[in-house]
């Protein structure tokens, strides 16, 4: 005798009955984000659950200010369903709390770029780098088919003089970097250098012509991202 499958779900302060074929997708539906941030993280986090949920078709762009004021990167790439899911400020612990709004589409790949924010909230290298394996592992246990990629955090110039919660940590840039390659050697991750090409020759410095004020990059900035990127995504069939 077959017997089917039911569970109990409260959704809206209503119990209700569905069928257990269908209780992944209704989960995936009421899922939200209770992690609490800025106005603007928690602005940005509301907005996306307004958009069309991710599948597995899209490419996320995921995490802080440089991924947000990339604005439209399917036009920067030439790439059809590349979707922006960087929020300004971000952290690698607000990334973590907001992966239910991605990773339960199996998006077909994610490029995470994370840990500068965890900088300037005075962590250690080794600090921000644990932070941010956290969210590495979360991805690739939620989503195991989707083709990861880790981009390696970017350099700082602190001549600016703007951030003053990043000043005297430019060598730490490089310093988690060497923590998050070794990583995802050892666990087979795809892992995207990006730090040596914004450098000053001989430095660990953001150069100053791909940038707007010590972090931000300039368009000459977002060109050479792209022109880095596009090898990667390529391999995304």
């Not at 960087?86 to 995470?112: E, M, N, W």
């Not at 990583?183 to 087979?188: A, P, S």
């Amino acid at each position: 005798m077959k017997f089917k499958v039911f569970f109990l779900l409260l959704v809206a302060g209503n119990m209700q009955c569905v069928d257990a074929q269908q209780c992944g997708q209704e989960v995936q539906r009421v899922a939200h984000v209770t992690y609490k941030a800025s106005d603007h993280y928690n602005a940005k986090v509301a907005e996306f659950e307004q958009l069309p949920a991710i599948t597995s078709a899209d490419i996320v762009m995921l995490g802080n200010s440089l991924t947000e004021f990339g604005g439209d990167w399917s036009d920067k790439l030439g790439r059809k369903h590349v979707v922006n899911r960087g929020i300004i400020g971000d952290t690698s612990t607000g990334i973590y709390h907001r992966l239910c709004q991605i990773l339960p589409g199996k998006p077909r790949a994610v490029f995470l770029l994370c840990g500068t924010n965890d900088v300037s909230h005075n962590l250690t290298p080794r600090q921000v780098f644990e932070n941010c394996c956290q969210v590495i592992a979360k991805i690739r246990k939620d989503a195991p088919e989707t083709k990861l990629f880790v981009q390696s955090l970017v350099p700082i110039n602190e001549s600016f003089g703007r951030w003053k919660l990043l000043r005297g940590k430019t060598n730490h840039i490089p310093a988690i970097n060497k923590l998050l390659k070794a990583y995802c050697k050892r666990h087979g991750i795809i892992y995207v250098d990006l730090f040596p090409h914004f450098v000053e020759k001989g430095t660990n410095v953001l150069r100053t012509d791909y940038t707007t004020d010590g972090i931000h990059f300039s368009e000459e900035g977002y060109g050479v991202w792209v022109s880095v990127l596009k090898p990667y995504l390529d391999t995304v069939e």
